[in-house]
């Protein structure tokens, strides 16, 4: 049977994770709740992610009638059911990612924020260290001060870690450099040579992952995300980062991958027509640069498989965004069934697809993918 790994997969934290874990002192400038009359405030500091009536559950839908985002499944947080959940739902492995630690890039004090990566990352080391056959860690990095991201790096590889998050975009309010700047070259460096892969979850680095309200919202809210991606890839390629660390490799996670071919091929188009304007000069086509370091988690955007003639099949790597009801669990085996319907690929790429990409991109603890 094809091995099928999950490029995109959630752990629910401990309720007081980041509220009792880091230092007292700290505590009202990292990720915390308060209540505010008939509401109860998410808060990064004094910066408010989100607003919830107390009284209001979660709306319950799909065929299970499970609350919105299945927060109560057993499998959120215990290891024991998490991997029932996936026996159940035909995946072999997935890599790992947070739940609310998603919004820890909206930190805007360093140490509050490398204490909130150290503290997750301290967490998700010990629930998942013994089974890292099933499973990717995959880090929170500090980017607030990139001595200290350049160290939490080194920190988790000495710990066995392969992958760590960056911000998906870099708000133009954020404090932080773009990511065409050199000021992320110890950054970049320091995955090159520790073979850490950088994972972009969609959403993350955002003031406000609901841009839209309204009519229409509840799609374009989720629709618009997936420019992160794009935005990013986009400055990491045409600012010269990727090509100047070569060995560097990026992951956009939660965002499709078809506007992948759609992105090389535009910026081939512009850096060849407007080459008297463009700085830096590259060493290779942005498609070229695409295709060694970029690589897409999707779950049923099958367009970027018909596109792999520009980005590289190794680019695609299939997720199913366990738990969320956005996703494909319980689902994902009839999901994977029906994913190459009418498309002209070979049993390989498929193979690759759904499961040795990530598993070589993440390097897997598994005899399978251990060579590559």
Not at 82 to 108: C, H, N
Not at 135 to 140: A, K, T
Not at 347 to 365: P, S, T, Y
Request: hydrophobic share 40%; with cysteine; aromatic share 8%.
């Amino acid at each position: 049977m094809t091995f099928v790994f999950s490029a995109d997969g959630h752990i629910v934290e401990p309720n007081d994770l980041f509220s009792e874990g880091l230092p007292p002192s700290l505590r009202k400038f990292g990720l915390h709740a308060e209540k505010d009359g008939d509401f109860i405030l998410s808060k990064a500091g004094d910066k408010v992610l989100q607003r919830v009536p107390i009284e209001r559950g979660a709306p319950r839908i799909g065929p299970d009638g499970e609350p919105f985002g299945r927060p109560d499944r057993r499998g959120n947080r215990e290891i024991e059911y998490r991997l029932k959940d996936m026996a159940l739902d035909g995946v072999d492995a997935e890599i790992v990612f947070p739940s609310l630690g998603l919004t820890a890039y909206m930190i805007e004090n360093a140490e509050a924020e490398l204490a909130t990566a150290q503290v997750y990352n301290d967490w998700l080391h010990g629930l998942l260290k013994d089974h890292t056959r099933h499973f990717v860690r995959c880090g929170i990095l500090p980017v607030r001060d990139f001595a200290q991201t350049v160290a939490e790096m080194e920190r988790l590889a000495a710990l066995g870690f392969t992958s760590a998050m960056l911000p998906s975009l870099i708000e133009r309010d954020s404090g932080l450099p773009a990511y065409t700047r050199d000021a992320w070259d110890p950054v970049f460096d320091a995955a090159q040579r520790l073979g850490i892969v950088f994972a972009l979850h969609t959403g993350t680095g955002r003031n406000d992952v609901r841009s839209f309200r309204g009519a229409g919202g509840a799609v374009m809210n989720y629709m618009v995300q997936a420019t992160d991606g794009m935005i990013t890839i986009g400055a990491m390629v045409a600012g010269g980062l990727l090509d100047r660390f070569p060995g560097a490799k990026v992951c956009v996670i939660e965002g499709g991958a078809s506007w992948l071919a759609a992105l090389a091929e535009r910026m081939d188009e512009v850096y060849e027509a407007h080459e008297t304007f463009v700085r830096p000069k590259l060493s290779l086509l942005p498609h070229e640069i695409i295709a060694r370091q970029v690589a897409c988690s999707f779950q049923t955007d099958r367009a970027c498989i018909m596109s792999r003639s520009v980005t590289g099949t190794s680019a695609l790597l299939w997720g199913a965004d366990y738990p969320h009801h956005e996703g494909t669990f319980p689902r994902s085996r009839e999901v994977i069934a029906h994913l190459f319907d009418g498309i002209d690929i070979s049993e390989r790429e498929k193979a690759d697809i759904v499961g040795g990409n990530a598993a070589r991109l993440f390097r897997l603890n598994h005899p399978e993918f251990a060579v590559a």
